[in-house]
């Protein structure tokens, strides 16, 4: 009988193993034996909590899922002022947080975003992330652009985002956050930039 409270502790630990599983050999290669010793755990303690490979993928992509939702999230309830500008940009930085551009999240990320090509519960996910970055960022541009230029604005902002770190996480270097940062920061006062030409 497990002891009373080892659930967290346990998937937490196996998660943690999994990032690193990917981080070391790569997703195809990341298999539960190799993820099993990572944790110290036998192979049987990942099936009775995640089924098997892919329910541990789709657990640790929630987990990246919600680091990358709080790091949004404690950025945004941190600020001083209430500008659609000041919550863009705390999304922007968010989004290229430690917890989103370490090697072993970008790698496990890359993985997830393939296999979410060939597997509904994994496409689902990706999905609800798409939609929670363009909703969140079109809710901001709504408050200073018209609807239409608003969602383009949105689009664009998601998109550039995603390229960014796609870059990044393809160069083969350290991921250059105050660069990516930059970039964003000045599609941004590009978008916000209109509303002062219209005026």
């Given at each position: 009988?497990?002891k009373v409270?080892m659930q ?15 981080d070391?050999?790569g997703m195809?290669?990341?298999s539960?034996?190799y993820i099993?010793r990572l ?5 049987g ?5 995640f089924?098997?490979?892919n ?6 992509m929630?987990?990246l ?13 941190a600020l001083?002022e ?21 090697g072993p ?15 509904p519960s994994?496409?689902r ?5 798409d939609?929670?970055l363009?909703?969140?960022l079109c809710g ?8 239409a230029?608003?969602r ?7 998109a550039l ?26 599609y941004?006062?590009?978008q916000?930039?209109?509303?002062a030409?219209?005026?």
């Open positions: 009988m497990p409270g967290p502790i346990r998937r937490s630990q196996l998660i943690a193993a999994t990032l690193e599983a990917v070391q050999v195809a290669d990341a539960i034996a099993a944790a110290g755990v036998s192979n303690i990942i099936s009775h909590y089924k098997d490979k329910g541990l993928l789709e657990a640790t929630r987990h899922m919600q680091a990358l939702h709080d790091a949004v999230s404690e950025r945004r309830q001083d209430d500008s659609s500008r000041a919550h863009l940009r705390a999304m922007i930085d968010g989004n290229f947080d430690d917890s989103q551009v370490s999240a970008m790698k496990t990320w890359l993985a997830f975003w393939a296999a979410s090509m060939h597997q994994l496409r996910l990706q999905r609800i992330n939609r929670r363009y909703s969140n901001q541009f709504l408050r200073v652009l018209p609807t230029e608003a383009d604005a949105a689009r664009g902002m998601a985002i995603d390229g960014l770190w796609l870059r990044g996480a393809l160069s083969g270097e350290a991921f250059d956050t105050d660069q990516a940062r930059q970039i964003a920061y000045d941004l006062d590009l916000l930039g209109k509303t030409a219209r005026g």
